[in-house]
């Protein structure tokens, strides 16, 4: 099982990023996928959830999240970035099929993680 995150980089304020997730050895579509990022010298927090049935659930802010199963690859949609966004972020496999509390110990299978930097 892997999940590879891409898509971060450099954005100004007010722009929009794609991020991707990747997976392998599983199947996207029957788990929960969820999203989180750590900002420097912060905790790591959730962002948003997907359920297997493609039901969002946002933990935090107002990301969006989606799925392309024929790719095998969940999405997270940023827009309005702000300079409060920039963070490391992470996509993880949920143990369960509904997106459970943004709880670390709820996600077994994590993503390298993607810079997100936004700045003027």
């Given amino acids: 099982v892997q999940l590879q995150a891409s898509g971060g980089g450099v954005v ?4 929009s990023l794609r991020l991707s997730c990747t997976a392998s050895g599983f ?4 788990y929960a996928i969820g999203w989180f990022r750590q900002a420097p010298g912060k905790e790591r927090e959730g962002v948003s ?14 990301f969006t999240v989606s799925r392309d199963d024929a790719k095998n690859t969940v999405y997270l949609q940023m827009n309005s970035l702000q300079p409060g966004d920039t963070a490391v972020y992470y996509c993880a496999r949920s143990q369960y099929s509904d997106c459970p509390p943004s709880l670390e110990s709820l996600y077994d299978y994590w993503g390298q993680g993607t810079q997100v930097t936004v700045s003027s």
């Fill in 12 to 15: 100004q304020p007010g722009g």
């Fill in 27 to 30: 199947t996207v579509g029957v």
């Fill in 49 to 62: 959830c997907i359920s297997s049935t493609g039901g969002n659930r946002y933990y935090s802010g107002r």
